[in-house]
């Protein structure tokens, strides 16, 4: 299993890349800092830390040549686990509250608003021909409701950006229907839409796929028991499944671990397994990878 699972061709589209910076990485761009302190700003206790850690990690990069370097040692890390394509979520809201100039999908902190996530989603919309393939938003769901963002989601559709929103990670079905609404052609997590019959079936029937990140979603305490996550009742109902990441540097994972740990804890065949890999490819936003 572990050869099959090395030499399927995969693809990610839910993969942060301030999450998938590894201490050792922040260390080289700080020397001057332990590696031991480095590694003490990844541990936290809930989902509300994770965000925290997370800002603190962002906040490390602070030059052209960081995000290089981390993009770079991000790059190397996906090649060796034979990641053919990947769509990196650039924390673009927090470069701009940082003063940074930005150029994959950007995605907006929920929780500094709509007026900031208009300019990120203007950000976006100027670099639509130069890589950029979405807009999307982050964060914290209770504290940034999705109806904040309709107007932007709308200004982001009209610039040529696909859609995407992270929803029912934290919250409930109702955060995935909210993301819906907005027009998210791809829902990160949407773990809760597992307690909603009618939004499985809508799901399934619109063909409207969910970023699963299994170890994110232990991590951050947002699913108690490994046993609980509803990966296998979404997929046996029809919903459409992506494996992702998410933070691999936060949580301590791998996209080839995310397929180990659905095969040997929820019972994935490797038939199941491959057609996992394939959606990923089906649904990435780059016209090319579709």
């Not at 090649?79 to 979520?89: D, G, H, L, S």
Request: aromatic content about 8%.
């Amino acid at each position: 299993m572990a050869d099959f699972l090395l030499e399927m061709p995969k693809a990610e589209l839910h993969l942060h890349l301030e999450g998938a910076v590894e201490p050792e990485t922040l260390h080289e761009m700080d020397p001057d800092t332990p590696l031991e302190v480095l590694r003490e700003m990844y541990q936290y206790a809930d989902f509300n830390g994770f965000l925290k850690a997370f800002a603190e990690v962002g906040k490390r990069l602070r030059t052209p040549e960081d995000y290089g370097l981390a993009t770079r040692r991000l790059l190397e890390r996906l090649e060796a686990q034979n990641v053919q394509y990947a769509e990196i979520i650039l924390a673009a809201g927090v470069v701009l509250w940082k003063g940074q100039e930005v150029g994959p999908i950007f995605d907006a902190v929920r929780q500094f608003g709509p007026e900031r996530a208009r300019e990120v989603a203007e950000l976006a919309a100027e670099r639509v021909d130069r890589g950029v393939a979405a807009f999307g938003i982050g964060g914290s769901e209770g504290r940034g409701p999705a109806l904040w963002f309709t107007e932007v989601f709308a200004f982001a559709k009209s610039a040529g950006l696909r859609l995407t929103a992270h929803a029912g990670e934290t919250s409930g079905p109702e955060s995935v229907w909210a993301a819906l609404r907005l027009g998210s052609e791809r829902i990160g997590h949407g773990i809760a839409a597992a307690r909603d019959p009618e939004l499985i079936r809508h799901l399934r029937e619109r063909d409207i796929p969910l970023e699963i990140c299994i170890t994110s979603n232990l991590a951050t305490g947002v699913v108690r028991r490994l046993e609980d996550h509803p990966i296998r009742r979404l997929y046996d109902a029809g919903v459409p499944i992506v494996l992702n990441t998410d933070d691999p540097a936060m949580f301590g994972c791998t996209l080839v671990g995310e397929y180990q740990l659905a095969a040997d804890r929820f019972g994935f065949s490797e038939a199941e397994l491959r057609g996992l890999a394939r959606n990923a490819f089906r649904y990435a936003f780059a016209p090319q990878v579709v």
